[in-house]
Nanobody, 126 residues
Framework: QSQLVESGGGLVQPGGSLRLSCAAS????????IAWFRQAPGKEREGVSC????????HFADGIHGRFIISKDDAKKTVYLEMNNLKPEDTGVYYC???????????????????WGRGTQVTVSS
């Protein structure tokens, strides 16, 4: 189990960029995956992207269209989400979560992930 702490959120104008970080204070296990989720007010929590720590394989939700990049730094035990060309509909609380590596395949489902950070707010607005 890892303690996960998100950072990097803030207010950005449409078309801008943010880089979110998810720092793991516990083990950075090769059999684990870390995923990013987001939740807007009044909406369901949805998966954004995930990365398998064992090999760096990534998946993205439909509709991202190459705007986001997920990466990891094993030495820092940190996973990043680089978000480019941000749109108002990207607004929400962004969470990182840890699950098993086999849950980073196809759909990223919140119920598949056991350990969660407390989230970081991303607001895209003029």
């Amino acid at each position: 189990q890892s303690q996960l702490v998100e950072s990097g959120g803030g207010l950005v104008q449409p078309g801008g960029s943010l880089r979110l970080s998810c720092a793991a204070s516990g083990f950075f296990l090769e059999h684990a995956a870390i995923a990013w989720f987001r939740q807007a007010p009044g909406k369901e929590r949805e998966g954004v992207s995930c990365i398998r720590l064992r090999d760096g394989i990534t998946h993205f939700a439909d509709g991202i269209h190459g705007r986001f990049i997920i990466s990891k730094d094993d030495a820092k035990k940190t996973v990043y989400l680089e978000m480019n060309n941000l749109k108002p509909e990207d607004t929400g609380v962004y969470y990182c979560a840890q699950g098993m590596h086999y849950h980073c395949a196809g759909y990223v489902r919140p119920d598949d992930y056991q350990y969660w950070g407390r989230g970081t707010q991303v607001t895209v607005s003029s």
